[in-house]
């Protein structure tokens, strides 16, 4: 089980874009994420009349290394490490550290 997945809401805590926040798109691999508006990398574009895709300079969002983000503590406002807790019905689910409430994702 990951301690950051798909569709959370983190924060970046190191590097140039330290302190943003955004969703987490996608996960490239065990250590990189795709972050909503974090790391973000201009592409040049050829056009493609086929696919209908215009030409020119976009932004991208890029991977960036899971140890560089946190997850966003709502009730403290903060950044927050995860942990695990296995429930008396049997399900393993995810916590914070800092007050021990369940991770709603």
């Known amino acids: 089980m990951e301690k950051i997945r798909?569709?959370?809401e983190v924060?970046?805590?190191?590097?140039?874009?330290i302190n943003r926040r955004g969703t987490v798109l996608r996960r490239v691999d065990a250590?990189?994420?795709v972050?909503?508006?974090?790391?973000?990398?201009k592409k040049h574009v050829k056009p493609n009349p086929?696919?209908?895709v215009a030409g020119g300079i976009?932004?991208?969002?890029?991977?960036i290394h899971i140890s560089n983000v946190a997850l966003f503590n709502p009730a403290t406002k903060k950044a927050d490490r995860v942990g695990f807790k296995?429930?008396?019905?049997?399900?393993?689910?995810?916590?914070f550290k800092s007050n021990g409430e369940l991770v709603n994702a």
């Open 50 to 52: 086929m696919k209908g």
């Open 31 to 33: 250590e990189h994420v």
């Open 6 to 8: 798909k569709g959370d």
């Open 11 to 17: 924060i970046v805590i190191t590097g140039k874009d």
């Open 35 to 41: 972050v909503e508006g974090v790391n973000r990398a």
């Open 86 to 95: 296995v429930l008396e019905d049997g399900r393993k689910v995810r916590v």
């Open 58 to 63: 976009v932004d991208k969002d890029m991977p």
